[in-house]
């Protein structure tokens, strides 16, 4: 298994529709324990395709809290796609792996239905609430060329992304 570099915005990757996948291959299965790996060291608990610079339909993810007793319990998905989501809305201030050291209170709906394909190919769905809720929605927005700072408002949106360009302009320098 192998780390992943995650970019930052503002890279013009994370703001690309990802393309679907047509079949799990050894290639892929790889893929997907480097990022569980990668999401794990960094730590995180969700890691999108396109935030190791790959703009394709996966995510692994897991909402296990060590700290609680939890055991890990990773999950991979496959082109992810909501069928199904709830009236009912609920907050967790979010973070970001691409957008490191910023946080912010994100509303969105309490419960999703999932359909995906699992690390062997299979159709599955899953309903997820709570954290997993929010960490599955989260990263289904990365899939979408979504960031969680799209749901702020325009200026607050704006102070992060000039703090990420600037910081990115000053690397180069």
């Known amino acids: 298994m192998a780390l992943k570099e995650i970019v930052k915005i503002p890279d013009p ?12 291959t ?23 395709a396109p935030q190791i610079a790959l703009p394709i ?24 796609e909501i069928v199904e989501k709830s009236d009912e809305m609920s907050a967790y201030e979010e973070g970001c792996l691409s957008i490191p050291e910023y946080f912010a209170e994100v509303e969105r709906p309490a419960w999703v239905t999932v359909n995906y394909r699992d690390r062997k190919g299979d159709q599955q769905q899953l309903k997820c609430e709570g954290l997993l ?41």
């Open 13 to 24: 990757v994370l703001r690309q529709i990802c393309q679907p996948i047509d079949g799990i």
């Open 26 to 48: 050894s290639d892929l299965s790889k893929l997907m324990d480097d990022m569980l790996e990668t999401m794990y060291d960094a730590p995180g608990i969700g890691l999108a």
């Open 57 to 80: 339909r996966l995510i692994v993810m897991d909402a296990a809290k060590p700290d609680e007793g939890d055991k890990p319990n990773p999950i991979i998905m496959v082109n992810p």
């Open 133 to 173: 809720g929010t960490v599955v929605q989260h990263e289904i927005d990365h899939l979408n060329g979504v960031l969680f700072i799209d749901y702020l408002s325009k200026l607050r949106r704006d102070r992060v992304i000039k703090k990420f360009t600037k910081a990115q302009k000053q690397q180069t320098l």
